[in-house]
T-cell receptor, first 110, second 115 residues
Framework: DAKTTQPPSMDCAEGRAANLPCNHS???????VYWYRQIHSQGPQYIIH???NNETNEMASLIITEDRKSSTLILPHATLRDTAVYYC???????????FGKGTRLSVIA | GAGVSQTPSNKVTEKGKYVELRCDPI?????LYWYRQSLGQGPEFLIY????????DSGLPNDRFFAVRPEGSVSTLKIQRTERGDSAVYLC?????????????FGPGTRLLVL
C-alpha cells in the first residue's frame, strides 16, 4: 500500500503557481520523497525527488517539512500542459519498485 | 535518444487466450520494471529485472503471469489463459542500474482489453 496521502483533485489557474500537498507521516529516515506525473494516455514521468532538503529543478520545486512528515510540490507557473495526475511516492534506498497511490488530478484552467 | 518503447500499443483478445507484451528499454539500462495500471488507479508493480534475472517478482498476481528478459535488454510479459480482470494498461520502465535514487523512465504502455 502507498504510504502517502494526497487530495484527489485540485484546480489551478494558468500562469499561477500550483502547490500540490502530500502527507507521509510514517516516512522512515532512509526513504526519499519522489514525485511523478502522468499525462493522459502516457506513462508516468519523473519530476523531482528529495531526502530532507528542498530541491529545485527545471520542472518544479520540492519543499519537505523539517519533520519530513509532509511535502509540497510547486509548479511555479502552471500551463495547460501541466494538467495531469501527480503522484507522491516514498521509496527506500535500494532496488525497490515505485509504490503509487491514486495521486492528485491537477486541472490547469485557462 | 530513444525512450522506452512498448508494443503493441493496444491489444484486444478473448478470454482464455495467450498474449505477449514487449518492452524495449533505453539502451544500456540494466534495470527493467513492469507495472499494471487499472482504470482510475495508480500503477502497481509486477516484476523487476536486474540484467537477465528477475530480482523481484513479488507483484505478479498469479502463475498465469510470467516475464522474461533473456539477453538483458528486451523483455516480454506473458499472460496465459487471459481473464477479463487482466484488462489494464501494462507499463514498462527502465533505469540505468536500478540503484537507489535513480530515475525510472516509463514507456507509453500497452492497453490490453480482454473480452
Amino acid at each position: 500500500d502507498a504510504k502517502t496521502t494526497q487530495p484527489p483533485s485540485m484546480d489551478c489557474a494558468e500562469g499561477r503557481a500550483a502547490n500540490l500537498p502530500c502527507n507521509h507521516s510514517t516516512i522512515s529516515g532512509n526513504e526519499y520523497v519522489y514525485w511523478y506525473r502522468q499525462i493522459h494516455s502516457q506513462g508516468p514521468q519523473y519530476i523531482i525527488h528529495g531526502l530532507k532538503n528542498n530541491e529545485t529543478n527545471e520542472m518544479a520545486s520540492l519543499i519537505i517539512t523539517e519533520d519530513r512528515k509532509s511535502s509540497t510540490l510547486i509548479l511555479p507557473h502552471a500551463t495547460l500542459r501541466d494538467t495531469a495526475v501527480y503522484y507522491c511516492i516514498v521509496r527506500v534506498l535500494g532496488n525497490t519498485p515505485l509504490v503509487f497511490g491514486k495521486g492528485t488530478r491537477l486541472s490547469v484552467i485557462a | 535518444g530513444a525512450g522506452v518503447s512498448q508494443t503493441p500499443s493496444n491489444k484486444v483478445t478473448e478470454k482464455g487466450k495467450y498474449v505477449e507484451l514487449r518492452c524495449d528499454p533505453i539502451s544500456g539500462h540494466t534495470a527493467l520494471y513492469w507495472y499494471r495500471q487499472s482504470l482510475g488507479q495508480g500503477p502497481e508493480f509486477l516484476i523487476y529485472f536486474q540484467g537477465t534475472g528477475a530480482a523481484d517478482d513479488s507483484g505478479l498476481p498469479n502463475d498465469r503471469f510470467f516475464a522474461v528478459r533473456p539477453e538483458g535488454s528486451v523483455s516480454t510479459l506473458k499472460i496465459q489463459r487471459t481473464e477479463r480482470g487482466d484488462s489494464a494498461v501494462y507499463l514498462c520502465a527502465s533505469s540505468l542500474t536500478g540503484l537507489a535514487g535513480e530515475t525510472q523512465y516509463f514507456g507509453p504502455g500497452t492497453r490490453l482489453l480482454v473480452l
